[in-house]
């Protein structure tokens, strides 16, 4: 059986990267693509890095694992630093992490069965206990009755749950999901990023996951960290980070608006209404234009109901009587709802 390899809360980090930096050099220059990074994630959690494309986030996960030779700074697992190691010491360390991609890389001439054995062959495990191994993961993530099917004849779901297999194999103390449900559709999104958050609290299996997506890292994640142009600008727990983004990167990745937010009158101010799981579900717009009398513009809405309780944000356009919009402010404070005047939103 998989054996819990890591305490949640532990004070001692797992994972440490201090002063990380990683530059490549190409025929038109030296492209800086990570620049002083230092992050500290804690044994057993699930820690999320978002950001947008280009933003460095899988040259990040490729340096925590070594792929990518770090330029400058140290990578820390459980304290030891892997840049440093020799290539034999190197291939053993990773051994601790497991990788799941968002493309699967799986054997297209193996069967699952013989996909999830594959890194158990390479450890030099019997061929017996590796199949045994294998066998007992596939039943893990819902596949018992496709061991020896292709990868040919798996759906996108499938795939990502042998490829999460076969990342479980050498029981790993760290699993890095790079772009894991971006080729997914939602419903499997949701399910595999389930099996996620079962195996991170059934086994104590740290999880890294790498996203451009805000709601991956709504769904499953303790902390985030925020990564723009190269650098780490905002790192906090996802609520902090959802409620109160303070860079510009980590509003535009919360409330996006390309394509998804009714056309605004230019130099109109807007109001952010937040939805954190603390207030139940209830008509607010309903309520807040009866108690105060006015109407108001709903400019993008992205909430939902888990158990009773509102989750998510919603963009109102506010009117432009003063008094009135003080009125909005203090019924939603009565009903302790966040809210923030994101200002002049020029779309």
Do not use: W
Not at 149 to 174: C, D, E, F, M
């Amino acid at each position: 059986m998989l054996q819990n390899t890591t305490e949640p809360g532990a004070e001692k980090p797992i994972i440490e990267l201090q002063g990380l930096c990683k530059t490549f050099r190409t025929k038109a220059g030296e492209v800086r693509a990570l620049e002083n990074i230092d992050l500290a994630i804690q044994p057993g959690e699930i820690f999320g890095v978002i950001g947008l494309s280009g933003a460095g986030k899988s040259t990040l996960v490729r340096c925590i694992n070594c792929l990518e030779a770090p330029t400058a700074g140290k990578v820390l697992l459980e304290g030891r630093d892997l840049v440093k190691l020799s290539k034999k010491e190197l291939l053993e360390a990773r051994r601790s992490i497991g990788m799941i991609f968002q493309g699967f890389h799986l054997l297209e001439q193996r069967t699952a069965l013989k996909n999830v054995c594959f890194p158990l062959e390479i450890a030099g495990v019997k061929h017996e206990e590796a199949e045994a191994r294998a066998k007992e993961l596939l039943e893990l993530v819902g596949l018992a009755d496709r061991m020896e099917s292709y990868p040919s004849q798996l759906s996108g779901g499938q795939k990502q749950r042998v490829a999460i297999a076969r990342a479980l194999a050498t029981n790993p103390k760290v699993l890095l999901c790079d772009e894991a449900t971006s080729a997914l559709d939602p419903n499997t999104t949701r399910s595999i990023l389930a099996l996620l958050k079962s195996v991170n609290q059934q086994f104590g299996v740290t999880i890294v996951v790498i996203t451009h997506e805000m709601k991956v890292i709504e769904q499953i994640c303790h902390r985030v960290a925020v990564i723009d142009q190269s650098r780490i600008v905002e790192l906090g727990t996802v609520q902090e980070v959802f409620i109160r983004p303070k860079s510009a990167i980590a509003r535009e990745l919360i409330l996006p608006t390309g394509g998804q937010s009714k056309e605004i009158p230019l130099g109109r101010r807007c109001l952010r209404i937040v939805f954190d799981g603390n207030s139940s579900f209830e008509p607010v717009i309903s309520g807040l234009t009866l108690a105060c009398g006015v109407l108001v513009n709903i400019l993008f809405a992205d909430t939902k109901d888990i158990d009773g309780r509102a989750f998510g944000q919603m963009l109102i356009q506010l009117p432009d009587d003063d008094g009135a919009i003080e009125s909005i402010q203090a019924y939603l404070d009565e009903h302790g709802i966040y809210h923030k005047e994101e200002g002049e939103y020029d779309f």
